[in-house]
């Protein structure tokens, strides 16, 4: 008998509890990316993917992350002589993770290394680190997509280039000229404004050398610890994009006053801010009266970027869920393997899966449209549809993962909890559902020929089902009265999402993914619930595919 059981402690041995999911490569567990990669001209970036996923899957970044959403970030105003410095304090665990990604090229790889396939193979980096910890990759993701438009003003990519496009990490509050690597920015939205961008009233005046000053207030600035940033305020000309150093050369913080910090939902290791521009120094970049222009262009990017990121959130949702029941049982089998919760797990897998080919098909669509009008019209009208889809799937599909835990997920020591307050917000980051899906219908109106593209999208899988077929002839009339009827732009995108998703899945996907696919989402009568897959589906392959190993 032991000290403990002697004092009636030791009352029963823990059994036929999962293990942790920890220390293994998120890219070879994943049955889909590979496959992605292979498919749109990256399967050059196999072998890094697998360091990538490596990382990610490490319990050093689990515990990271965890510490990071712990250990809030913290507005400090003043230093102690009472000197205005608005600086923001993380928890060395957000530095760390910052580094890592940033070494994995988070932010950088198609720009630093342009080559066929480099967009798919930097959003396969983002896909992952959404796996890791999600509040580092809005400063990444508005790092990757503020780095084209910088590009086109020489000054300022003189200024800034070098240190944007780093693989080093350095979280120092320092002028830029003094650091190894930095980050990007974006303050765009205004109190009355919301997603109109044309309501902005922050006011830009001209100063003698060139540049201006800026006076007003943003209602969400991300990453206001950034090393520059991109802003909107109005000039006599109309509302303009102008390029703002965090620091100015003196050492001295820029002329903003960040005023409180945003305590939201979820995205807690990330700091999200309200400020006031007293006097900001900035640069005009583009044409003046032409700011809202640059900033879709930004919007293109990130709205792309949520899309993937949403992908990688719900995969690592489904891997918790899967690897969880895989490894409880009841009634003496595993959970998995338990008839009604096999098409769980199944059906998760499938909508998953579907959601990161919808994805990566119009990141792919970027890395062509230099060679490709019909890619370059794809994307314009794909990339919203793949953003309002993914980000909507995201919060049920970690509902469900959440369910298969059992109260366990419901409680801060597992991961879940915090993929639970994550989940809604990719939704409403860069454009809520109503004003992306008024996105696609803007794009019909403007560039008519991107809709035959995307029908040719879709009857490339013509011919493999009946009921596919039958889905995209109904698809085709409803295109004839879209613009008629807005108010049924939901659901009009949400068609178009699964028709552009069963395409992908029959071209691309196991005969059983695909299968399955169509024959529960196409049929008629879907309920966008979980567990309701068909008689006919092979439920256990489905399922099994989706079981993370370790290493």
Known sequence: MTALDAYGYDTHEVLNQAPALSDYDAFAADPALGRILDAFDASWFREQASVVGGHVGSQRVQDLARQANRSLPELRTHDRWGRRVDQIEFHPAWHELMGLAMRDEFHSLCWTRPRSGAQVARAAVSYLWNQGENGICCPLGMTYSA????????????????????????????????KRGGTVGMAMTEKQGGSDLRQTQTVATRNADGTYSLTGHKWFFSVPHSDVFLTLARTEEGVSCFVVPGWLPDGSRNRLQIQRLKDKCGNKSNASSEVE????????????????????EMNHYTRLDFAVGSAGLMR????????????????????????IM?????????EVEASAWLAFRFVHALDREGESETEKLIGRIGAPIAKYWNCKRATPVVVEAL?????????????????????????????????????????????????????DELRAARGSYPRYDAFLAELETDLVDVLRHEHLARRFVERMALGLSASLLIRNAPHAVADAFVASRLAGGWSGHF???????????????????PN
């Not at 096999?342 to 499938?350: C, E, G, R, S």
């Open 342 to 350: 096999t098409n769980v797990i199944a059906d998760l897998a499938l």
């Open 277 to 296: 521009f007293r006097g900001v120094i900035a640069h005009l970049i583009g044409e003046p009266g032409h700011g809202i222009r640059a900033g879709l």
């Open 316 to 339: 690592h949702a489904l891997a918790q869920a899967a690897h969880h029941t895989a490894h409880r049982r009841a009634f003496q089998k595993a959970l998995i393997d338990q008839p």
């Open 531 to 549: 567990g309701s897959l068909p008689v006919g589906a092979d439920l256990q392959a489905i399922a099994r595919r989706a079981v993370p190993v």
């Open 403 to 455: 369910e298969c835990h059992g109260g366990n997920g419901f409680i801060e020591d597992h991961l879940m909890a915090r993929l639970y307050r994550e989940a809604p917000l990719n939704g409403i980051w860069e454009g809520t559902g109503n004003v992306v899906c008024l996105d696609v219908l803007r794009s019909i109106r403007r560039y008519p020929d991107c809709v035959p593209a995307l029908l």
């Open 147 to 178: 780095i084209p438009v910088l590009q086109r003003d020489p000054a300022r990519w003189a200024e800034f280039g070098q240190l944007i496009t780093s693989s080093e990490y350095d979280g120092r509050p320092l002028p830029a000229a003094q």
